[in-house]
């Protein structure tokens, strides 16, 4: 018996759950969990399920795509865990939950490497055996210290997911294109956010009474890319822009760490740069 | 062309999901929403649908009833109004809150009449055009007093749910089995709770940082019956007793409400003393 | 005994606390409760005290402003219902939670009156024994319905605050310059917020998976005024933008409510845009 | 200049704010922050003020003394690192999370040792430098497994928090007496709580909606101790017992560290088996 997950995404018709669902029962399978949503606004379909049967993800996957449309995306895959990158720079309160939900075996991971522009994070990382790479960006151009970041990369095999747990610096878009829908983010407010730098300043001038943090998929556009989850804590007029700071740090590794989980766990669809996720 | 909403609960087995599936296939149906859910533990298959065609509601009952299994619970509903009873003492805080989002069209639901053992709210329900019923329990014992509601609720055709909004006695079983799943109470407390009378007294005498309330379905267990919603406000030293108390009708009230409409939208399903909610 | 609330900022020296105590102990009065702060940046004072004893308001006034510095602003209010006016435009959300709050007596309020500018709500306002208004901006310039409004305000002898529940017009500098500090407002976002019509929409095209609500005091620059209070909610996916602005509805009343009962226990201070709240 | 904290509390009086803020004004101090609580059912004064000036330690508790009551207990701390004990038996997301927190700088505390009576958490332990001591509780009555702590304790000259981080035995009151007051533990629910084994299975028999978790001094009625923090997270029917354990570990975690700074800031009064925490 095996176990897959069933992905599926395509322009929304009559019969897509019936068919789905007609491989599965003419298959002898379980069924073990089964999402689907449409979106009525962009004519989309997103199916998820969870399986399991005597087939190999070949056949299932083939049955399927033999059974939908031409224009739907078939995702099978059999669970097991997942290659990171992490990147970060100087903070240690999002790589760090990351380091002990790793530890702990919350994660469906294998953390292939932990890349900063700075050493500071090397004593951290090595502790829990994990690769350290520094790669200074000082003196060298953006693509430059890019360049020198993916030819890194290029030494793993399979990347699933790179996760930025504050890393302070901007990707250009031909490193993102490489990356395109694996670069998870944590941004330090909810969006629309305040612009700019020192965000928490900024809330703090501006008299906020709540503070947030974003985990987002990267695009093109900075802070702009498919949002996977969000939260906030309450703050009053007693905390400065530095307690806001430190408050925020707990959520912001909190956001990046349930967004993480949710990508390994293969809950996320991306579209219309948004995101469907199924928690069920 | 109708729209249903499709209610299945059976036993787990293969191939539900695929008949069901192809009854609205087969009739050329839109499926606009579709949730599903298996309890492994209890072995029970829960599916809510919301699709539209061509096709009556009793030609859909029967052809899903067909291809279901012996043991399986089907309702197939149209959206309508429901008909609620709601019965109160002398708060108004939660029954001011349905009364208002009635009125501004907010809810499905048709209020017969409001019922209380006081006088008190009979100004305020009267300003809205809606019964309002005194039944004095002075001087009558509690069989005797639920024997005047029931007959007063018997001059109504259909009764969907009763809506208990602060009603602060306790009703018998007898009274309960006549309205089997279809009572929806307001707890002042999460549950498990602070027993016995004036919960927020003893929350605060404990120093609780969290005070909640839980809406549930009314069975034989006083505040034992399946919960459908909960919600929580923090709170510090510096809230009395009755600061507690008058910040929990604002989660009382938000709870009610909640639960409430999620009825109202045939979106429970209610076993095992547990719910089955399906939000999306 | 009466009972007082003072409040008193000034710029920060040393000797503040103990000289505004020593009022309080020369007069042989309780303290019922005592809030500080000191804003280091600005250099700010801020204190509110509840306090009970055998002196007349003025001679409490009195006393203490001889032993402030010049430049400190001190209140000296005995508790009171505040005179409020509630400007709607057509939604019931917020308007009917005040006045279903203010008819349970939980609000420190007279409301004066209901403005609109449209007719939809009299009916609602009416049944509360509380005037309703209505002066249409039909064929009006902003400044002649404007004038048409204040004009009308000024036969009321004295408006503490002005509550804009859901009022869907901006106000002229000329307007807010006569209600400073005064009038309070309920945004449909946290801030930053989607900028222009519709922000529901804008949200759920962004893919936002909070949403949020502010409350926050009116001054020139729209939707920038200090804040008072601030709320969100989660959403998903399958939230659809009017999903998201019915649930948003909640959030805005509960935040409204909050401001203006915050309003009225006379627990802010307003000062370089933002608020000092005491809650204790 | 130096910086204390001024902590008292004392039987409520008059004068009490005045005579204290005398000693600060006559002394030439800064009030960096000021909090005061009176708690009239129980007549009990609590004030913390943060102060800074040209005094010493000693001569600013001897001038409060002369002028507080007798009842009144007065504390004036200097701000440093508090020596901490963390006691863990095998689960490492709340010991994880302090670690991190410590590494990171984030907490007021030398960590002495972590003491387990496994030692599966030897290895993550010792990768940050902290002493791990095992002591197996194999083949001991309870009473001589804690004289083994309690003898090793003893080598410490001054211990000012025992953090008990999902420690899973019960400790007795002997044990207790002796660090009364010092011992903060994590506890998996709100209270008051699911009794007994497996909390989390309970809570999903019964169907909740929300879990929560408590962080409580430990006194000797098993969680019945003071609350210090309490947070709480949303589930729904699609999860089981074991994500709610797994979700509540994330909220364990929180609530324990948000405990932990509390009172390693000293902001934590104890009476009555309550607390009252001044955050501002």
């Known amino acids: 018996m095996s176990q897959y997950r069933v992905l599926i995404d395509a322009n929304d018709e009559k019969g897509l759950v019936y068919k789905v669902s007609s491989v599965f029962y003419q298959n002898d399978m379980?069924?073990?969990?089964?999402?689907e949503f449409v979106d009525k606004e962009n004519n989309k379909f997103f199916m998820?399920?969870?399986?399991?049967?005597?087939?190999?993800?070949?056949?299932?996957?083939?049955?399927?795509?033999?059974?939908?449309?031409?224009?739907?995306?078939?995702?099978?895959?059999?669970?097991?865990?997942?290659?990171?990158?992490?990147?970060?720079?100087?903070?240690?309160?999002?790589?760090?939950?990351?380091l002990i939900r790793h530890e702990a075996g919350e994660l469906e991971a294998n953390i292939l490497a932990v890349i900063s522009n700075y050493s500071d994070l090397e004593s951290l990382v090595s502790r829990f055996n994990i690769p350290f790479v520094c790669i200074?960006?000082?003196?060298?151009?953006r693509e430059e210290?890019?360049?020198?970041?993916?030819?890194?990369?290029?030494?793993?095999?399979?990347?699933?997911?790179?996760?930025?747990?504050?890393?302070?610096r901007v990707l250009t878009p031909q490193f993102v294109e490489v990356y395109e829908k694996?670069?998870?983010?944590?941004?330090?407010?909810?969006?629309?956010?305040?612009?700019?730098?020192?965000?928490?300043?900024?809330?703090?001038?501006r008299g906020v009474k709540i503070i947030g943090a974003t985990s987002h998929f990267?695009?093109?556009?900075?802070?702009?890319?498919p949002i996977i989850a969000q939260e906030v804590i309450h703050v009053d007029h007693a905390y400065g822009w530095r307690d806001m700071q430190r408050l925020g740090k707990d959520v912001e590794k909190v956001v990046l760490s349930r967004a993480l989980k949710?990508?390994?766990?293969?809950?996320?669809?991306?579209?219309?740069?948004?995101?469907?996720?199924?928690?069920?």
Not at 77 to 94: F, G, L, V
Not at 136 to 141: N, W
Not at 218 to 225: A, Q, S
Not at 262 to 280: M, P, S, W
Request: aromatic share 6%; glycine share 4%.
């Open 48 to 98: 998820r399920s969870v399986v399991e049967g005597d087939i190999t993800l070949e056949k299932l996957h083939k049955l399927i795509s033999d059974i939908m449309p031409e224009n739907a995306n078939i995702d099978v895959i059999a669970p097991q865990d997942k290659n990171i990158i992490i990147m970060a720079t100087k903070e240690m309160h999002a790589l760090g939950d990351i």
């Open 218 to 225: 990267v695009n093109n556009n900075l802070d702009e890319g």
């Open 182 to 205: 694996k670069i998870i983010n944590i941004h330090h407010s909810f969006l629309p956010a305040f612009i700019g730098a020192n965000p928490y300043k900024q809330a703090h001038e």
């Open 136 to 141: 200074s960006h000082v003196d060298l151009s």
């Open 30 to 35: 379980n069924i073990l969990s089964n999402s």
């Open 262 to 280: 949710l990508a390994l766990e293969d809950r996320i669809f991306v579209y219309a740069n948004k995101t469907v996720i199924f928690q069920g």
């Open 145 to 168: 210290h890019e360049d020198k970041i993916l030819e890194h990369l290029t030494k793993f095999k399979a990347i699933d997911y790179i996760v930025l747990a504050k890393y302070m």
